[in-house]
């Protein structure tokens, strides 16, 4: 996924899926432009990192079919999480899986 990864935001990003500062929370702008303007493969760390991101988002894609119906899930605090935004827990491992539960809890009926 490391060679896609950057690719694959940059498209979602173009399609207002994944923002550029959402991106920025687990790769620093900096960095990021840097890889970009050097050609540079990003690190694992950096890697997984968007990776968490873009997986959470193609599971809210699944989930709500409509994408201002997804954005704003995604970009909304959520009682089932605490009150969190899921798309701020998805910037560690651990939160993505939790925003995970709770997408599959949606789809299959569970509206909590």
């Not at 996924?1 to 690719?7: A, E, F, H, N, Q």
């Not at 050097?38 to 599971?59: N, P, W, Y």
């Not at 701020?88 to 909590?112: C, F, K, P, Q």
């Amino acid at each position: 996924m490391r060679v896609s990864t950057l690719r694959t935001w940059q498209r979602w990003s173009g399609e207002g899926i994944l923002t550029s500062e959402e991106v920025h929370k687990v790769v620093p702008p900096r960095t990021l432009g840097r890889r970009k303007s050097r050609q540079e493969r990003l690190t694992v760390q950096e890697s997984d990192g968007i990776a968490r991101l873009v997986r959470v988002a193609a599971q809210a894609a699944r989930v709500f079919d409509d994408p201002e119906l997804r954005s704003a899930w995604l970009r909304s605090g959520n009682p089932a999480l605490g009150g969190a935004r899921p798309i701020d827990l998805a910037v560690t491992d651990i939160g993505a899986r939790r925003v995970e539960t709770v997408l599959n809890r949606i789809a299959w009926g569970d509206y909590s």
